[in-house]
């Protein structure tokens, strides 16, 4: 997992930086993909934040999992607004409106006309871009469960913790090679 984010850092609800590489270490990982402007994300996302809670936060002995929520928002406030309101204590990959500008002017305007540094908007689409189109993102909410590689062990994150509460997370555990005890 570690790799999908090397040479980036995540940002916790507090907008603090984290390092990806610590925080998700010996973790099964799951990328939220979701937005505040999409109703059906602002129906299941306390559903995630129970069963997160539950499984990290509340336990005795807290499971290896993470959330890291990547956004679909429009603006950064709307981002930090959702996240604060409605999220638990997960990561997120760190919003910034001059990648998200730069991203659509580039359809428009060469880069240098732009005023913003390439390299950083080369981060972005990276990291957002890149994400979705490397876990096939084409509609939101989706929740991706994964390796410490980035494989994916269900793209069905959603539709199982509906359906099965904190039961998925033992099968989660079985494909992901991470070995410890826990009990739901």
């Given amino acids: 997992m570690v790799d999908i984010f090397t040479g980036h850092?995540?940002?916790?609800?507090?907008?603090?930086?984290?390092?990806?590489?610590?925080?998700?270490?010996?973790?099964?990982?799951?990328?939220y993909f979701?937005?505040?402007?999409?109703?059906?994300c602002r129906d299941f996302t306390p559903?995630?934040?129970?069963?997160?809670?539950?499984?990290?936060?509340?336990?005795?002995?807290p499971a290896p999992?993470?959330?890291?929520?990547?956004?679909?928002?429009?603006?950064?406030?709307?981002?930090?607004?959702?996240?604060q309101n409605m999220h638990g204590e997960w990561l997120a990959v760190p919003f910034q409106d001059t990648f998200k500008q730069m991203q659509v002017a580039l359809w428009s305007k060469p880069p240098s006309l732009l005023g913003f540094p390439v390299r950083r908007l080369a981060v972005r689409i990276r990291t957002t871009s890149e994400l979705k189109k490397r876990y096939n993102i084409t509609a939101i909410p989706?929740?991706?469960?994964?390796?410490?590689?980035?494989?994916?062990?269900?793209?069905?994150?959603?539709?199982?913790?509906?359906?099965?509460?904190?039961?998925?997370?033992?099968?989660?555990?079985?494909?992901?090679?991470?070995f410890q005890n826990f009990c739901s």
């Avoid at 979701?34 to 059906?40: I, Q, T």
């Avoid at 990547?70 to 996240?83: F, G, T």
């Fill in 9 to 31: 850092f995540l940002v916790n609800r507090d907008g603090q930086a984290v390092d990806p590489e610590q925080a998700l270490q010996n973790k099964i990982v799951g990328l």
């Fill in 47 to 61: 559903i995630l934040c129970d069963f997160y809670s539950e499984l990290v936060e509340d336990a005795p002995s």
């Fill in 34 to 40: 979701s937005a505040a402007w999409c109703s059906l």
């Fill in 142 to 178: 989706k929740l991706v469960i994964v390796k410490q590689t980035g494989e994916v062990i269900t793209d069905k994150g959603r539709k199982q913790i509906r359906e099965r509460g904190l039961n998925c997370f033992r099968n989660w555990l079985e494909g992901a090679d991470i």
């Fill in 65 to 83: 999992f993470e959330i890291v929520f990547v956004s679909s928002d429009r603006s950064r406030e709307e981002m930090v607004d959702y996240m």
